[in-house]
């Protein structure tokens, strides 16, 4: 049965899923993906994604596989005959005929790969950027304002899926391996640091945080450039110490996870949402939160449901300090006792 563009995916033997990156950005991608595959399960599914992200893909049934994208390696004087050895081969990877190619990412790039791969047709999302709508012969148009994971759905359903509700929707990540060393039975997980300019915590709500969190075991994860040093005897820092797997780990068996804004954050979300609280600062939870209901949102100094914040807190741009960080922490710890 066709959907609203007048595309029949029954008629297509696979779909290239064109969502290279980021972490974050895959992971909210995931359902979309999963209720495709429901709907049509003879549809040969295949993700492009970035060599450092397939962790997040290893296992999931609704695939018959990842083709990893090398981006690090088109760089330098070398970048475009490495670029042309890669598209050779990526032509004649496995596919069925006829091919689409569903392009999640929405930018100059993605579209590009989907015309060199030669899927037909291309479908994007109304708010792509950097003019891949031009080569994108379906336009999925979205309303300004919806949640990332909302906007990856209606892609979905303009396929004539059928897309779940958010309780039954699927995010199908791997189990994970442990960390190297022993690790609590018990413990709160701290992802306090992000790429995005403003998001992290600084190290006196850190240490705050920490300090709250006593005598409860506490774990710091994530990457930073410069790690701060916080003092604890109940704090164990695994800072720039554990892989994607690893990371995923910790969060399936946290008791409680605090995370600023951030792929880790969303991971989360998915894994236990009641035991999620997500930190925006300057950034929208309304669009970019834990898509769980269940999932809890300090933003503006209040701790919410994404979609309980008013248009000022949610374009607010406060940030976290360490009064917030002893205010956060009892609502933690209730998380963990719970």
Known sequence: MSGLSGVDLARFGSALILKPSSM?????????????????????????????WMPLLEGNSHLAGVIPFPRRQFRGPLALPALIR?????????????????????????????????????MGLSDAREGANLFHKHVVNLQPGIHAVDRYLEMARELGAAVDDEAALEWPLPEGVPPAGEMPDRFILLHPFSRGAGKSLDQDSLQALCDSLAPNKVILAGRVSDASSITGSHVQSLLNATSIAQLIWLLRRACAIVSVDSGPMHIAAALQPARTLGIHTWSDPRCVGPYDQRARVWKAGRIAHRGDFSDAESLSASSFAASDARRLADTVLQIAAS
């Open 86 to 122: 890669w598209i050779y081969k990526f032509n004649r990877l496995p596919r069925e005929q006829p091919e689409i190619g569903l392009d999640f990412q929405g930018l100059l790039r993605s579209a590009l790969l989907g015309v060199m791969r030669g899927a037909r047709p291309l």
């Open 24 to 52: 974050g950005d895959i992971v909210l991608t995931l359902p979309a993906v999963s209720c495709i595959k429901r709907s049509y399960p003879h549809l040969q599914l295949r993700w492009l994604c970035n060599e450092e």
